[in-house]
C-alpha cells in the first residue's frame, strides 16, 4: 500500500481522498494546531507535524513517502481577492518543490484555485510546472470542476500530478462521470435537512426526514445532524440575500452598477431606462446596508 503525506493538510481533505482510494495516510503537515487537532482526530493512524511550510527547517523533519500531496494556500492566487503577485503565501508551494527534491517519491499533487492558471498571462503557472518537471518529474494538469464528478456545488480547480520520470508514466484524468444537466442539485443532496427557521443556534438536531436520493444515503452514517447551525441575520442581511438572483452573488449587482453608471456618463437615456429594475435594486441594497429607508 503507497503511503501519504499531506501539506497543508487542514481537517484533511485531500487525506480522505486518497484513503478512499486505498491508500496509507502517513503523514499531516500544518502549521495551525487546531487543524492538526482534527486532523489527528480523522487519521488516528497518521503522524502530525506542527511546522512552518514557509520556513527552509521545516524540511529537516520530513521523511520519506510514497506520494506527496497538499493544497498551499490560494489567497494570492484566487479571483475573489487582490491577486498579489507579492503575496508571500504565493511561493508555499515551494515546500512541495523542496520536499521532492529531498526525499524523490513516486508521485506528486497539488490542488489550488484556477486564478493561478492565469495570473500574470499564464506565466506564473508555467514557472511552477517548469519547476516541477525539473525536480524530474512527468507533469500533467487539468482544471477540473468538482459538479461534474458528482459534488453538489459548482467549484473549479486546477491539479497538477507529476509521476517520477523514471517510472516512464504519465498521469491521465478521469473522465467526467456526470453530464452538466446531470449535476446533483442542492435540493438532491440536502434536501431533507431541516430549515431551522425557527430554531436558531441550535445544535442537537436530527435528521425529521428519511434520505430519498443516493446522495443523502450516502453521506447519512447517523440520523444525527452535524454542524448545520442557523445563523441569527439582521433584517438588512436578509433583504440583500433575497435581492440576489438564484445561481448568481452580490457581486453582479456590483458590476451591473458600474456598467449602468457608464452608460449613464455617456448620456445612453434610451439603454439606462432598460437597466431601470437592476439599478433600483441596486440602490435599494446601499440604503439597505446604510440603514436608510429605500423608496421608489
Known amino acids: ?27 499531516g503537515i500544518d502549521f495551525n494546531k487546531s487543524f492538526l487537532e482534527t486532523y489527528a482526530h480523522n487519521f488516528s493512524e497518521a503522524k502530525v507535524l506542527n511546522l512552518d511550510l514557509g520556513d527552509n527547517k521545516f524540511i529537516d523533519e520530513i521523511s520519506y513517502s510514497d506520494v506527496v500531496i497538499g493544497g498551499p494556500p490560494c489567497q494570492g492566487f484566487s479571483l475573489t481577492g487582490p491577486r498579489n503577485i507579492d503575496d508571500p503565501r504565493n511561493e508555499l508551494y515551494l515546500s512541495i518543490f523542496k520536499t521532492l527534491k529531498k526525499i524523490k517519491p513516486k508521485a506528486f499533487l497539488v490542488e489550488n484555485v484556477r486564478g493561478l492558471m492565469t495570473m500574470w498571462g499564464g506565466q506564473v503557472f508555467q514557472a511552477i510546472i517548469k519547476k516541477f518537471e525539473s525536480a524530474g518529474y512527468n507533469v500533467n494538469f487539468q482544471l477540473m470542476n468538482s459538479a461534474d464528478y458528482g459534488i453538489p456545488q459548482v467549484r473549479h480547480r486546477v491539479f497538477i500530478v507529476g509521476i517520477k520520470k523514471e517510472l516512464s508514466k504519465k498521469y491521465e484524468f478521469p473522465k467526467k462521470d456526470f453530464k452538466k444537466e446531470d449535476y446533483i442539485s442542492c435540493e438532491e443532496a440536502i434536501g431533507n435537512v431541516p430549515s431551522l427557521e425557527n430554531q436558531l443556534k441550535q445544535t442537537d438536531l436530527s435528521y425529521e426526514v428519511k434520505p430519498t436520493t443516493q446522495y443523502q444515503k ?46 449613464m ?16 435594486q441596486v440602490t435599494e441594497i446601499i440604503f439597505i446596508i446604510n440603514g436608510i429607508e429605500f423608496q421608489q
Request: charged share 25%; hydrophobic share 40%; net charge positive.
Open 1 to 27: 500500500m503507497l503511503s501519504v503525506s499531506d501539506f497543508f493538510c487542514g481537517c484533511g481533505g485531500l487525506s480522505q481522498g486518497f484513503r478512499e482510494a486505498g491508500f496509507s495516510i502517513k503523514t
Open 218 to 263: 450516502y453521506v447519512m452514517d447517523s440520523n444525527k445532524l452535524y454542524n448545520h447551525i442557523a445563523t441569527a441575520h439582521k433584517d438588512f442581511v436578509k433583504k440583500v440575500i433575497s435581492l440576489v438572483p438564484e445561481g448568481g452573488n452580490h457581486k453582479i449587482y456590483l458590476r451591473e452598477l458600474v456598467k449602468v453608471e457608464n452608460l
Open 265 to 280: 456618463r455617456h448620456g445612453r437615456d434610451i439603454i439606462v431606462k432598460n437597466h431601470r429594475k437592476l439599478l433600483i
